[in-house]
């Protein structure tokens, strides 16, 4: 698993080991915090660097190294 601090989450970059439309490096542009606690972390939004494109995912999957390492390799 990866080790991630979420406090350093923004604006981190990442790979992801399975390229989808060929969007292969991503970068964290937005965190998602709950409703509930302003300091909770539930998602975030990807941006692919090849096209701008935005996707959201649980914060959680970026642990997975099966699926994203991180930095841009």
Do not use: F, H, M
């Given at each position: 698993m990866n080790?991630?601090?979420?406090?350093k989450l923004l604006h981190s970059k990442w790979t992801a080991v399975?390229?989808?439309?060929?969007?292969?490096h991503f970068i964290v542009t937005k965190l998602i915090?709950?409703?509930d606690s302003?300091?909770?972390i539930v998602?975030?939004?990807l941006?692919?660097?090849?096209?701008?494109?935005?996707?959201?995912?649980?914060?959680?999957?970026l642990k997975e190294?099966?699926?994203?390492?991180m930095g841009w390799r």
């Open positions: 080790q991630i601090n979420p406090r399975q390229p989808t439309k060929k969007r292969r915090l709950s409703p302003d300091d909770l998602g975030c939004e941006e692919a660097v090849i096209d701008k494109s935005v996707t959201e995912i649980n914060w959680k999957q190294k099966n699926y994203w390492k």
